[in-house]
């Protein structure tokens, strides 16, 4: 009986495998083909697939080796992706384990530029409507750059060669490397933050020309979103002519080398004074014009009649002040005259008239008035008390309650308070109220109910 075959468990197999594997397949590989599936798990680990006409490669790339990636990769890129094969045992399936990715036909670095790019445009980062003005005379300027770099001192050269009279304000930064975009955007916030203390007008912030790798830092999101955010104007000096960064686009004001940083920030100080002298030659023809046409003005007024002879126009106010209070006084005169004359003609119309007399005969007739209305008075009050005692006569007569002096009586219902006229306005056990002459009443019980005869 032969030998019997040995057993392997699965995870043996796998480890066989593996090893195969190992042994048969070079050490590092690099694979062209189209992104799909891809995941960026929060662990910071990137899973995906790699696919051509033929078939699918699973793929994953640590998070370590992930963060030095500087663009997005997304599903449908074309791709070259560096790495190693190795058989995942506990999933039993092989996958290549990436260490380095890059773009097919582009550079990652320009790709990554560019998908920023069309990010923060999207958000309106590079918009005119949010860049600040820059301060047309400026006094105080903090720069932002390498302090051992040329730039500084390009920066400083082209400042106090156009305007010498403004303070620089130098805060060393990395401008390349690793983290040194968050080194600038911190530098940035904190310059902001104690600006009230600082009082920079302007903010430049750059450094010489070199690769795009070299000026990576000034593509990076983070120092984009502080310069946007900065309160200071920002002016953007990086690179050469050629060079544009996303600092650039964002800042609101680019110079495209570090010395013509001077020309953007500061005026000339030749072109500003050149522009007073002109400004005080022209203020100097129209003052010696405005003091021309004064002197001309005053020459005038002096040769009018009111400076010959200045009394002359007080005198013609005096005299018709005379000339008013005399008239004043005539019409004085006659109205006084005239009220006279009328008051004499009153009073000889009240002497012919004698008052005296017309008084006594008017308090004769007023007291033949008063008697003959007294005696009218007392025969309409007489007549008014005869008719008064015939209508109480009359009423007296009609009172229902008046027959109760001659034996009758009123009965009513207590519940209902109807005068009870008829069997029908009681029932058993009603009570009832008899009322009687003087007010007397007698209160009583329905206990039988007997109808007479017909």
């Known amino acids: 009986m032969g030998k019997a075959a040995k057993t392997y468990t699965v995870s043996e197999v796998n480890t066989l495998v593996k090893a195969a594997l190992e042994e048969m397949l070079p050490p590092r590989l690099i694979v062209r083909g189209e992104i799909t599936d891809f995941k960026h798990h929060v662990s910071g680990h990137c899973y995906f697939s790699l696919k051509d006409e033929g078939g699918i490669l699973p793929c994953v790339m640590w998070a370590s080796k992930f963060r030095a990636v500087k663009f997005s990769p997304e599903d449908g890129m074309a791709v070259l992706a560096k790495g190693h094969i190795d058989v995942y045992t506990a999933g039993g399936k092989y996958q290549l384990y990436v260490d380095k990715i890059e773009p097919e036909g582009v550079g990652a670095l320009q790709l990554a530029f560019e998908q920023m790019v069309k990010t923060l445009k999207a958000e309106g980062l590079f918009e005119d409507e949010y860049k600040k003005a820059i301060p047309q005379y400026p006094e105080r300027i903090g720069i932002l750059t390498s302090e051992s770099g040329a730039a500084v001192h390009d920066i400083q050269d082209s400042i106090h060669s156009r305007w010498p009279c403004v303070k620089l304000f130098l805060y060393p930064v990395p401008v390349q490397g690793e983290g040194a975009a968050e080194q600038i955007a911190a530098a940035v916030r904190n310059v902001n933050r104690r600006n009230s203390r600082l009082k920079l007008d302007i903010l430049i912030v750059g450094r010489g020309g070199g690769s795009l790798e070299d000026l990576w830092a000034f593509n990076e999101e983070v120092l984009a979103r502080a310069i946007f955010d900065s309160t200071i104007p920002v002016i953007s000096a990086v690179g050469h002519e050629v060079d544009v960064t996303i600092a650039d686009l964002v800042a609101d004001k680019r110079a495209s080398t570090p010395t013509k940083a001077g020309v953007v920030a ?7 004074l050149a522009q007073l002298a002109y400004f005080e030659t022209r203020l100097g023809s129209q003052a010696r014009a405005e003091l021309q046409m004064c002197a001309e003005t005053l020459r005038t007024i002096l040769a009018s009649a009111v400076f010959r002879n200045p009394l002359m126009p007080v005198r013609d106010r005096e005299q018709q002040l005379d000339e008013l209070s005399a008239k004043l006084i005539d019409q004085t005169k006659e109205l006084l005259a005239t009220a006279r004359d009328k008051l004499h003609r009153s009073y000889e119309q009240i002497v012919r008239i004698e008052p005296h007399r017309l ?14 209305a007294r005696a009218a008075m007392g025969a309409i009050s007489n007549s008014c008390c005869v008719e008064l005692a015939a209508v109480d006569n009359r009423l007296a007569a009609l009172n229902p309650k008046s027959v109760l002096g001659r034996g009758y009586s009123i009965t009513t219902n207590k ?3 109807l005068v009870v006229r008829s069997l029908d306005d009681v029932q058993m056990g009603d009570e009832l109220i008899t009322e009687l002459a003087r007010e007397h009443k ?6 039988h109910k007997q109808e007479g005869q017909e």
Do not use: C, F, H, Y
Not at 266 to 271: G, L, N
Not at 361 to 370: G, H
Not at 442 to 447: A, F, H, Q, W
């Open 266 to 272: 500061v005026p000339d100080m030749e072109e500003v």
């Open 359 to 372: 008084l006594g005969k008017m308090a004769v007739d007023l007291n033949d008035l008063q008697n003959r």
């Open 415 to 417: 519940k209902t308070s």
């Open 442 to 447: 007698i209160e009583s019980k329905v206990t």
